[in-house]
């Protein structure tokens, strides 16, 4: 990728992403759940402050009680303090969050006992990837309701499916269980960031057949990318984490058709 943008369409796209709203129908404007899910925003920078047990144990269980495939369940999660990220990875949480949770896709669990997909490996990891993924969610929402702010790192720290076999080795996994993302959870040091650029809902909203994108509100939606990621990191720009993210997808990739397809469904 290679977007350079102007002073006066970078301020253009500022004003466009702080004008940002969620559209919401006047009649449901109070519902207590919508306001939850419209108002989370990943958030970077945490308190000191613990979060309670209860209120955790909380956050776990939502994504427990996930809706899955078949109610497969074909996730793990490993769950962390402070104390034994930094026991596991020798450093702190990123972003100096409270808690943290490896979200995993599973499928090593469920074949101790049952085998569903013996000859269509990459089937049986997109259904773990699509139920762990829900998990996740789950568990974001569910820390919005109680009050408790959180970020989904794929890379940061190498935390996520970027760093696969990193994650893989720490965590002693057996094949089949897959590391997708990290998500740190705390208190929020500030208040939140404005909504994200979104792209606009006949971009992503079609009925019967699909809708080629628009071009010029696709670039619209990038030059909002990057006018809003330079206005957060003066010290870097969306380019430059572009590059870390593609100078590590050779490797991942690689690591991911191993884990994947190269493996034995009988092994115990």
Not at 135 to 144: G, Q, R, T
Not at 220 to 243: C, I, N, P
Request: hydrophobic share 45%; glycine share 6%.
């Amino acid at each position: 990728m290679n977007k350079k943008i102007g002073l006066s369409t970078g301020l253009r796209s500022l004003v466009q992403i702080l004008r940002g709203r969620p559209q919401v129908p006047a009649s449901l404007a109070d519902n207590a759940l919508l306001q939850v899910i419209f108002n989370r925003r990943s958030v970077r920078s945490f308190t000191r402050q613990d979060i309670p047990e209860d209120v955790f144990a909380a956050i776990l269980e939502a994504g427990r009680l996930a809706p899955s495939t078949v109610n497969l369940q074909t996730w793990s999660f490993a769950v962390f303090n402070g104390d034994t990220w930094r026991q596991t990875f020798n450093r702190s949480i990123p972003f100096h969050a409270n808690r943290a949770i490896i979200v995993i896709a599973d499928t090593y669990r469920d074949r101790q006992v049952l085998d569903v997909f013996p000859y269509s490996p990459l089937v049986e990891h997109t259904v773990a990837v699509m139920n762990a993924s829900l998990a996740a969610m789950n568990m974001n929402i569910a820390a919005e309701a109680l009050g408790v702010a959180s970020v989904m790192l794929s890379e940061t720290g190498r935390t996520g499916l970027l760093d696969v076999r990193y994650l893989s080795e720490k965590l002693c996994l057996p094949k089949g269980a897959v590391p997708l993302m990290t998500m740190v959870f705390g208190y929020p040091r500030w208040a939140y960031p404005p909504m994200p650029p979104k792209l606009p809902t006949d971009q992503v909203f079609f009925y019967g057949q699909y809708v080629p994108p628009q071009r010029e509100t696709m670039e619209t939606w990038l030059a909002q990318m990057v006018a809003g990621y330079k206005a957060g990191h003066l010290r870097s720009s969306f380019e430059d984490q572009l590059k870390v993210y593609q100078n590590k997808i050779g490797q991942a990739e690689a690591d991911l058709r191993e884990m994947i397809f190269n493996r034995d469904h009988n092994e115990n």
